[in-house]
């Protein structure tokens, strides 16, 4: 988890709330070297959002609460990190395109 990750997670949860999830998502991984607060406000503010109410919804209690809910989620599930990919309920631990192609071959080989 790199240190602005709770800040981006927030940041997304809210932009979705706002109608903007898919251009803000796109933003924050476009700029994912240089994410701060100022750059958030940034992203917030090209998309037509009015930044002082986009961070303050960042912050809320509401927003807090479905990561720490979504973090408990993730750790009841077993999940190391973002994103984790499960292929027929199994995790892929190996996320390079050899890793799904093996991990694919293996689930058809048991079909056959």
Known sequence: MHK????????ALTAHSMGKFRE?????????KQLDDKKVREIAKSLGLNPD????????????NEINQD?????KAGLRETPS?????RLLNNTTPEG?????????????
């Open 24 to 32: 803000f998502h796109e933003a924050l991984y476009a700029n994912s």
């Open 4 to 11: 602005y990750a709770r800040k981006a997670a927030a940041a």
């Open 53 to 64: 109410e986009f961070i303050k919804e960042m912050e809320s209690e509401k927003i807090q």
């Open 100 to 112: 799904f192609q093996g991990m694919i071959n293996a689930q058809l080989k048991k079909l056959k």
């Open 71 to 75: 973090m408990k989620d993730g750790k």
């Open 85 to 89: 990919v499960y292929i027929n309920g």
